[in-house]
């Protein structure tokens, strides 16, 4: 199993630009995280999907923020435009049933993100 | 909302000694999740406790779960520096919920 991955890495960009980060759940899970994790805050999840449809989107910081699954197999976070503040690096997690509640989340190896 | 807490945020131990990590949380929950993340990496799933009593062991490590103080413990026997990383403990409500992470040093 190729397990959960992301695209791109890393990602360094100007302020104001779109971002658009990608993950590919591992195959039969149904559920889909975002993850972000800094120095200040910790790791906080933005936002969880399941069956595909987004579940609690109450973690995402602003409306410059947005995410979509349009199938099983892919997941777009998007963000536009950028602000400096939104360094960081973002997670994407799979798991089964929602929350993945008697299993754990598998994990990405999460784009490392700097917007000058 | 759910509060998890985690200490100590930092710890520097010897090789061969033993220690714990606490992870408290604020509301109810019987679903408790330990992971490991190595710099620059990602998490890694260590241990899923499901129930009041729950104990699991892997190797050195070994992870508890107390629902009624709501309190989990991760503990680790003769250190080796292989386990130098930071460990999450995360606690399932209406959302998975992450501690601030305890960040363990093994000193040879």
């Known amino acids: 199993d190729a397990g959960v991955i992301q695209s791109p890495r890393h990602e360094v960009t100007e302020m104001g630009q779109e971002v658009t980060l990608r993950c590919k759940p591992i195959s039969g899970h149904n559920s889909l995280f975002w993850y972000r994790q800094t120095m200040m805050r910790g790791l906080e999840l933005l936002i969880y999907f399941n069956n595909n449809v987004p579940i609690d989107d109450s973690g995402m910081p602003e409306d410059r923020f947005s995410a979509k699954m349009p199938n099983a197999s892919f997941s777009t976070l998007k963000i536009q435009p950028s602000e400096p503040r939104d360094s960081a690096v973002y997670f994407c997690a799979s798991g089964t049933g929602v929350l993945a509640l008697n299993q754990p989340q598998h994990f990405g190896d999460g784009t490392r993100l700097s917007i000058l | 909302e759910l509060k998890v807490e985690q200490n100590p945020l930092f710890l520097s131990m010897q090789e061969g000694k033993n220690y714990t990590i606490y992870c408290n949380y604020s509301t109810t929950s019987d679903r408790l999740y330990w992971y490991r993340q190595d710099p620059g990496k990602s998490l890694e799933s260590l241990f899923v406790?499901?129930?009041?009593?729950a104990v699991k062991q892997e190797g050195r490590l070994m992870a508890s779960l107390d629902t009624k103080a709501r309190l989990s413990t991760l503990h680790i026997t003769a250190a080796v520096h292989d386990l130098s990383a930071t460990y999450f403990c995360a606690v399932s409500n209406e959302k998975l919920t992450f501690g601030t992470g305890t960040r363990l040093t093994i000193i040879p």
């Open positions: 406790l499901l129930s009041n009593g």
